[in-house]
């Protein structure tokens, strides 16, 4: 399983955009890289999923230059409710692999 | 979007007692469902997989006959915390994807909050 690094931790402030870097230097061919967002005591949420290039959803965008081997999360305009803790992980598009989860980035958004 | 269910969202028990802790997919059939482990300030840790009908696979150092999984049905797994103790107090989660080719994204429960006094 392709292994991810991510900054352990980042601040920001209200309206600011936000972008968390993960590298994943032996990705897979058929890996595909999806980024989740825990709050405490909660499971983790679904926040976006790409394969290369560009992917945008209502919440976020993720950037994947053409080696895949990192891949950003962008997160525009954050608010306080956006601290949270913020998982890359890196697996095959099948539903009977596990996703497995690095040490994430906790994002602190402060006023 | 699909959901994924967890019951009980918390739950204390008395040492050396069981407790039991249900996954359900409420919208979609997970013909695969995971089990997830949590401690303060840390990541997920896997502990088994569990595939409809067979038996679950657990990771290196899980004990099976500690933690029992039951995946009877398409829509429901169970973990069971057997003779639990105050170590094995920890936030439990999971996870249940579709089927092959379908809808990969993973969905997590709510977690469940396991105290053991």
């Known amino acids: 399983l392709a292994k991810t690094t991510q900054p352990i931790s980042m601040d920001s402030y209200e309206g600011q955009e936000v972008n968390i870097t993960c590298s994943h230097n032996?990705?897979?061919?058929?890996?595909?890289i999806t980024w989740y967002q825990q709050f405490p005591s909660q499971g983790p949420r679904f926040i976006i999923q790409?394969?290369?290039t560009k992917v945008t959803n209502e919440v976020a965008s993720l950037f994947i230059p053409a080696d895949r081997k990192s891949s950003t999360l962008s997160l525009p305009r954050v608010s306080l409710s956006d601290t949270a803790v913020y998982y890359c992980?890196?697996?095959?598009?099948?539903?009977?692999?596990?996703?497995?989860f690095g040490s994430g980035t906790r994002l602190q958004v402060q006023p | 979007g699909a959901v994924v269910s967890q019951h009980p969202s918390w739950v204390i028990c008395k040492s050396g007692t069981s407790v039991k802790i249900e996954c359900r997919s409420l919208?979609?059939?997970?013909?695969?469902m995971f089990w997830y482990r949590q401690f303060p300030k840390q990541s997920l840790m896997l502990m088994a997989t569990?595939?409809?009908?067979?038996?679950?696979?657990?990771e290196q150092g899980v004990e099976k006959d500690k933690f029992l999984i039951n995946h009877a049905s398409l829509t429901l797994s169970t973990l069971t915390v057997t003779s639990a103790h105050p170590e094995d107090s920890s936030f439990y989660i999971c996870s249940a994807r579709g089927r092959q080719g379908a809808n990969t994204e993973a969905f997590f429960g709510q977690g469940t909050r396991l105290t053991v006094v």
């Open positions: 992980l890196v697996g095959a598009h099948t539903g009977r692999r596990a996703l497995t």
């Open positions: 919208d979609f059939q997970a013909t695969t």
């Open positions: 032996n990705i897979a061919t058929n890996d595909y």
């Open positions: 569990s595939n409809e009908g067979s038996k679950a696979t657990y």
């Open positions: 790409g394969y290369k």
